[in-house]
């Protein structure tokens, strides 16, 4: 098993920036991959990003492109996602999630998942 818990959200203004957190412990063996996915009220979790285990390779929705980066440090067992220029419509609450497929941009493809942190922009 692999527990994740995200950290960083918050309120933050339009154009301001967020770097959430998410620390992996038990067998982070399984995190092959990970990477972040938001929802919205309303809507269905979405893929903003994803992060291959040596961080060579990533994976962005067409959304945050050049706006979100996403990093991994390994020997820490964390992952983040850097946020800039943030809009109102990138309110939602964020998840980490691990699983086994780099590049995953389903949430099918993940076997793990972070009870979320809230992220709001105010206009």
Do not use: H
Request: hydrophobic content about 35%.
């Amino acid at each position: 098993q692999v527990q994740l818990v995200e950290s960083g959200g918050g309120l933050v203004q339009a154009g301001g920036s967020l770097r959430l957190s998410c620390v992996a412990s038990g067998r982070t063996s399984s995190t092959n991959a990970m990477g972040w996915f938001r929802q919205a009220p309303g809507k269905e979790r979405e893929f903003v990003a994803a992060i291959s285990r040596s961080g060579v390779n990533r994976y962005y929705a067409d959304s945050v492109k050049g706006r979100f980066t996403i990093s991994r440090d390994n020997a820490k067992n964390t992952q983040y996602l850097q946020m800039n220029s943030l809009d109102p419509e990138d309110t939602a609450v964020y998840y980490c999630a691990a699983g086994a497929v780099a590049g995953a941009r389903g949430v099918g493809g993940y076997d793990y998942w972070g009870l979320g942190t809230q992220v709001t922009v105010s206009s």
